[in-house]
């Protein structure tokens, strides 16, 4: 069974930073795109920053241009998101996603992580 484990969030105040981690663990054969998306409280969902497997595309919400940095490291399975300048409205539950393709059953699958908060003070 494939799995996602994010660390990394905690409480920060305005204009720190956070590094999230997310680590896939599992029968894994190859992970395709990777990303990290977020939830505010009384929001939907939306994409924060994803990267292809080879780093080849990689893309940002238009609110974090220029403070988040998305990385991968595909020896460990591991994608990270480094979070300059953080401001309040980061504050939400960050999620990481991602496309595998596991020994059993051989076919992509989306997998999603359990959250971990960011909470970001003014």
């Known amino acids: 069974q494939v799995q996602l484990v994010e660390s990394g969030g905690g409480l920060v105040q305005a204009g720190g930073s956070l590094r999230l981690s997310c680590a896939a663990s599992?029968?894994?054969?190859?992970?395709?795109?990777m990303g990290w998306y977020r939830q505010a409280p009384g929001k939907e969902r939306e994409l924060v920053a994803a990267?292809?497997?080879?780093?080849?595309?990689?893309n940002y919400a238009d609110s974090v241009k220029g403070r988040f940095t998305i990385s991968r490291d595909n020896a460990k399975n591991t994608v990270y998101l480094q979070m300059n300048s953080l401001k309040p409205e980061d504050t939400a539950v960050y999620y990481c996603?991602?496309?595998?393709?596991?020994?059993?059953?051989?076919?992509?699958?989306?997998?999603w992580g359990q959250g971990t908060l960011v909470t970001v003070s003014s």
């Open positions: 996603n991602a496309r595998v393709l596991p020994y059993s059953p051989r076919r992509y699958l989306e997998v």
């Open positions: 599992g029968s894994i054969i190859s992970i395709d795109f």
């Open positions: 990267i292809t497997s080879v780093g080849s595309s990689i």
